[in-house]
């Protein structure tokens, strides 16, 4: 079936321990992103990538890194993780970055 | 600055018609679109609008008034599995989406 895959569902981390958040995403969609779901707010964008290659930051990028070294793959990494970065992440796609973005299921992250 | 205001909660009947506001201010304007939320959920897209004017697609619609930094959700013939969070979205110059916190639905029978 065609989409968003993200991994892991949920996890519980340490408070300084370093994390990668997969996405993966097999409909050939040229641009992906990263959120943030915190209760109460909207969605905030970390940090994106209009194309293969190329990256960019969002609204919240500090503690964030990404890579997308090709079409279908986008992680997200969390150098040193802190109690601040406890949330709801959410990784997207659209086909180009004036279409609909598409979203995987979200990964339940809690630092502690 | 950016912001998209929307009601944090509203309450409808189930067979009943509702409305949800949204007003929004960008750095330019790209377009609006909505999206349902159930809880614990992903979001799913529902509509776009970038021209003023009506969207109709089945039971719900979405309107946009460009002039007036104005959008709306029209859902009708409310059905239970409608109670959901609506997020309203506005896309700026950048083409990023500038979210609202979202509004939450509950259906009552």
């Known amino acids: 079936i065609a989409g968003i895959t993200q991994a892991p569902t949920s996890q519980i981390l340490a408070a300084g321990r370093r994390m990668t958040l997969r996405c993966t995403q097999d409909?050939?969609?040229?641009?992906m992103y990263w959120y943030r779901q915190d209760l109460g707010l909207g969605l905030r964008l970390i940090h994106y990538?209009?194309?293969?290659?190329?990256?960019g930051k969002g609204e919240v990028p500090d503690g964030y890194s990404v890579s997308r070294a090709n079409t279908d793959d986008f992680p997200l990494t969390l150098a040193s993780a802190v109690p601040s970065q406890t949330s709801v992440y959410f990784c997207?796609?659209?086909?180009?970055?004036?279409?609909?973005?598409?979203f995987g299921d979200g990964t339940r992250l809690s630092i502690l | 600055g950016q912001n998209i205001d929307q009601p944090t909660e509203m309450t409808a009947t189930e067979g009943a018609i509702v409305q949800i506001n949204c007003t929004y201010q960008?750095?330019?304007?790209?377009?609006l679109f909505w999206y349902q939320q159930h809880a614990g959920e992903a979001p799913t897209f529902l509509s776009y609008?970038?021209l003023d004017g009506l969207e109709e697609k089945g039971r719900f619609s979405s309107f946009l008034s460009r002039s007036k930094g104005y959008s709306y959700l029209l859902l009708k013939e409310l059905q239970m599995k409608d109670s959901a969070s609506y997020l309203c979205?506005?896309?700026?110059?950048?083409?990023?989406?500038?979210w609202g916190a979202g509004t939450k639905l509950i259906i009552k029978p």
């Open positions: 997207a796609s659209s086909a180009r970055v004036n279409q609909p973005q598409h």
């Open positions: 409909m050939r969609h040229n641009a």
């Open positions: 990538s209009n194309t293969a290659g190329t990256t």
């Open positions: 960008t750095s330019g304007f790209n377009g």
């Open positions: 609008n970038v």
């Open positions: 979205a506005g896309m700026d110059s950048n083409y990023q989406l500038i």
